[in-house]
């Protein structure tokens, strides 16, 4: 499993700044990032500060890991929303990154096809910041190339 650690740049739309350096030498990670459109993108929900999966989510790995033989890449993209520090929030989106990946490759998706990947304080409302909780913002991402 490869880890791809960047920290992406939010000024009204995604800013793409950081992202080069962090995608020298991973055509994987850029892929991931790039592929218009991917084949399927699912997304997996958390709650604040938590890494924590339900066992209908599991469920969902597990037809989703299914889904995923055949494929080329399967990205698992970590994010945060904007609540507490950035460094914590970039390490929590690693951790639910390390989660979804760690229940795909239990559950039958090949090491080398698995590209994770954290973006922390990613998205949400650039105008509202701290004041608002972003749920849509405490996700994984998990796309399927071919």
């Not at 507490?84 to 929590?92: I, P, R, T, V």
Request: net charge neutral; with cysteine.
């Amino acid at each position: 499993m490869r880890i791809a650690k960047r920290v992406f740049f939010i000024a009204g739309t995604v800013g793409l700044m950081a992202a080069g350096a962090a995608w020298a030498g991973n055509s994987q990670a850029y892929r991931c990032e790039m592929a218009e459109p991917p084949e399927e993108t699912h997304i997996i929900y958390f709650g604040t500060g938590s890494t924590k999966i339900t066992e209908r989510e599991r469920a969902d790995l597990i037809w989703l890991a299914d889904r995923a033989k055949g494929m080329v890449d399967v990205c698992v993209i970590g994010q945060a929303d904007k609540q507490g520090a950035e460094s914590f929030n970039l390490k929590l989106a690693e951790r639910r990154a390390a989660t979804v990946a760690g229940l795909l490759k239990a559950y039958g998706v090949a090491d080398e096809h698995l590209v994770v990947q954290a973006r922390g304080e990613a998205f949400g409302d650039e105008w509202l910041k701290d004041f608002v909780k972003q749920p849509a913002d405490r996700r994984v991402e998990v796309r399927l190339l071919r």
